[in-house]
């Protein structure tokens, strides 16, 4: 199946700083991705669509500035969490599919906020 | 809306039990359902899938029927193994594409 990678797999970061985490379609090209967040024993939550070529769409809650979404490539998108503090660290996952029958996930970004 | 309820685990089982995990739907069209299993350390893959009502999605033994009556979508498996412990995600996906995920149930089989 298709293979979607996501670097780094995982980071450690002081507050205030900020973090890039790439989100790379290996084998198909992906107008729009996805970005899901994942706290420890809890769900997948969607943050927003990441649309090639224009802005992306976020999720009712997820505030824009903080987490910014570039998607510049048909088989990349990156997000980046500006002025981390440590309610950010989480399970970061993107997805990206050919079509609208399949989406696939990336291993996922472990970040820790210190 | 668009949210998934999922029966909230953890759940264990002896080998070769029986398995459920109910999962139910909003019912705001006809949303393709899924689900997903996250074994330890891995991300998300897909384990099967229904896009109509009345599909039955199966793969490894598992099975799960897209009841629109009940707007229902739980995952059985009539025999499982130590290797089937996971955490099993129920999933819709809208018409744009965005998945929206139940809780998750942990389960874990032991031998």
């Known amino acids: 199946g298709a293979v979607v990678s996501q670097h780094p797999s995982r980071v450690i970061c002081k507050s205030g700083t900020s973090v890039k985490i790439e989100c790379r379609s290996l084998?198909?090209?992906?107008?729009?991705m996805f970005w899901y967040r994942q706290f420890p024993k809890q769900s997948l939550m969607l943050m927003a669509t990441?649309?090639?070529?224009?802005?992306?769409?976020?999720e009712q809650g997820v505030e824009k500035d903080k987490f910014l979404i570039n998607h510049a490539s048909l088989t990349l998108s990156t997000l980046t969490v500006t002025s981390a503090h440590p309610e950010d660290s989480s399970f970061y996952i993107c997805s990206g599919g050919t079509g609208l029958e399949t989406q696939y996930f990336g291993p996922g970004t472990r970040l820790l906020v210190l | 809306g668009n949210s998934v309820t999922q029966m909230e685990g953890p759940v264990t089982l002896s080998e070769e039990a029986f398995l459920t995990i109910n999962c139910t739907y909003t019912a705001t069209g006809y949303p393709s359902l899924f689900w997903y299993v996250q074994y330890p350390g891995e991300g998300l893959q897909l384990l099967l899938k229904a896009t109509k009502a009345d599909d039955k999605g199966s793969n490894k033994g598992f099975e799960a029927t897209y009841r629109k009556e009940t707007t229902s979508f739980h995952l059985e498996k009539g025999s499982v193994q130590v290797s089937d412990s996971a955490v099993y995600f129920c999933a819709r996906r809208n018409t744009g594409n965005q998945f929206y995920f139940g809780t998750g149930t942990s389960l874990t089989v032991i031998p």
């Open positions: 084998d198909f090209q992906a107008t729009t």
């Open positions: 990441s649309n090639e070529g224009s802005k992306a769409t976020y």
